[in-house]
C-alpha cells in the first residue's frame, strides 16, 4: 500500500473508505495522521518493544506479540521485494531464505494489535491484524497495519484526500473514450 501509484482507482477508493473509517472511530483524519506521525517518530521502531505497547497523545495501541528485531528486518526486505502482481510475503520453497522467512511469518501470522483511547469522547478506537494467511504458500500484509507500522505520512494524507479525476481520456483498443 505503500506504493499508491500502484493501485488501481477502485483499489484506492475502498482503502480509503476503510481509513476513513478507521479515522472516525479514533477521532477523524486530524487524530489518525496524529498517531501515524507518533509511530513514524518512536525510534527504534516502536514494534521492537518490549512492552508491545505504545502510548500516543489520545490513547494507546497495543499488540500481542513481541517482534524481534531480526524478524522486523527480514518482514522489511520482502515488504522491499513485493511486486504489483505478486503481494505474497512467503518465498517459494527453492528460495535460499525460504526457512527463515517461513519462521518469520509463522511467529508473525497471528500478529493483531488494537487501538484504544484514554475517553469515549475522542473514539472507540478499533482492532487489526498484521497479515491476511490465506494458504500455506500465500500470506499478505494487511493494508491497514502496512499503513499505521510502515508507510510515509505523506502517502497516508495522498490516500485520505485521494479523489477520482473525471473526464480522463484513455485509449481503448485504438480508440480514444471519455471515462465517468
Not at 518482514?75 to 503481494?87: A, D, F
Request: glycine fraction near 6%.
Amino acid at each position: 500500500m505503500c506504493r499508491l501509484h500502484l493501485l488501481s482507482d477502485s483499489e484506492k477508493i475502498a482503502l480509503q473508505a476503510q481509513l476513513l473509517t478507521l479515522a472516525n472511530s479514533i477521532g477523524g483524519k486530524n487524530a489518525f495522521l496524529k498517531l501515524i506521525e507518533t509511530i513514524r517518530k518512536t525510534t527504534p521502531n516502536p514494534l521492537i518493544s518490549k512492552t508491545s505497547l505504545l502510548r500516543f497523545p489520545k490513547g494507546l495501541v497495543r499488540w500481542n506479540k513481541t517482534i524481534h528485531r531480526d524478524n522486523l528486518t527480514l518482514l522489511s526486505t520482502q515488504m522491499n521485494n513485493r511486486t504489483q502482481e505478486n503481494q505474497n510475503l512467503m518465498v517459494s520453497k527453492e528460495h535460499k531464505n525460504y526457512k527463515a522467512i517461513s519462521n518469520m511469518l509463522r511467529a508473525l501470522g497471528s500478529l493483531t494489535f488494537s487501538i484504544t483511547m484514554h475517553t469515549e469522547e475522542e473514539g472507540d478506537g478499533f482492532n487489526g491484524k498484521g497479515f491476511d494467511i490465506i494458504d500455506a504458500e500465500t500470506t499478505n500484509l494487511n493494508p491497514i497495519f502496512e499503513i499505521l507500522f510502515f508507510c510515509p505520512v505523506n502517502i497516508t494524507k495522498k490516500l485520505l484526500n485521494f479523489t477520482v479525476k473525471e473526464g480522463v481520456i484513455t485509449e481503448n483498443d485504438g480508440e480514444d473514450e471519455i471515462q465517468e
